[in-house]
């Protein structure tokens, strides 16, 4: 029986085993499973032990040999995880690699730059909120009950209950002179905001429409306040947006919520109003609706329009920044291609 006590002694040992390098690993290898190592020596002892024992002591030496294979093999990972984890050391005095910053989008960028030259002149920013109802979108801004703006066709109607298609009152806002109703509602005159913002419209989408854009709108109300004021602010703005020599031309125009109502349309800033292929050869191109706040609208948000007058303007983002940067594909700005947003990195 001393095989048998050489094998369970040697049981005893493996579960034991340490190592703290790839050295003393190979060493352990060696000493208990190479060709003359300790246990290949059992293994070779057993060829002469007696047949009724060979059971009996063959599965014990399988055992053995099996228990210190998992051993030097569990080992070996511990130990090579302990080398990797110091080879990945922090090296606090390696020079960073660049970090990839993200950049401005083109949108915001000019959003932000149209609030610019108005804060100067006093305007503060107002916002409101995209899931609009139909009273400040259409009511207050004097639309008329059958209107064809609220129409299917072009406004987002909002189901109040999932899959239930009632007549609803909700929807997502079609312009931000939503704001204008909004802030008139909550605060007295003298007002003076830009109101920035997303607008939705049933539209298909291609180059030229987008069922979501920007615009920026504009409200001032006070005492006394005109039409030469309206164009005095708008000219102020398209210089410094477009440079110094911009010149402006307003053309009367209707919006149920201004009265008198205008668009605006700038000295073409390609060819500087001589005419060519993008102003199609007028020297004009128009970039805003705008007018007088229609007195229905005042009284509406509960200003007295005898004390009060006031004009309005708006704006699409898009479009300002499609004459700024020539964007003529609208998708481009909503597709997150970093090879168009990074174009703008410098600007
Ligand atoms: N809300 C108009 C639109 O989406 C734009 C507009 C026109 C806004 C005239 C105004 C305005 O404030 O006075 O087409």
Redesign the pocket.
Known sequence: MALKDNIQALLGQVNELKANNAEELEALRIKYLSKKGEITALFNEFRNVAPEEKRELGQLLNQLRQTTEERIASLREAVESRESRAESKLDLTRTPDPIALGTRHPLSLVREEIEDIFSRIGFTIAQGPEVEDDKHVYGMLNFAPEHPARDMQDTFFVEKEIGVQKPTDVLLR????SV?TRVMTSQKPPIRVLCPGRVYRNEAISARAHCFFH?V??LYIDKNVSFADLREALLYFSKEMFGPETKIRLRPSY?P??EP?AEMDISCNICGGTGCSFCKGTGWVEIL???MVDPNVLEACGIDSKEYSGY???MGVERITNLKYRVKDLRLFSENDVRFLRQFESC
Do not use: D, L, M, P
């Open positions: 079609s312009h931000t002179s204008q615009q709108e504009g919006f919520f201004t109502s609706g705008c007018g309005a303007f708006g």
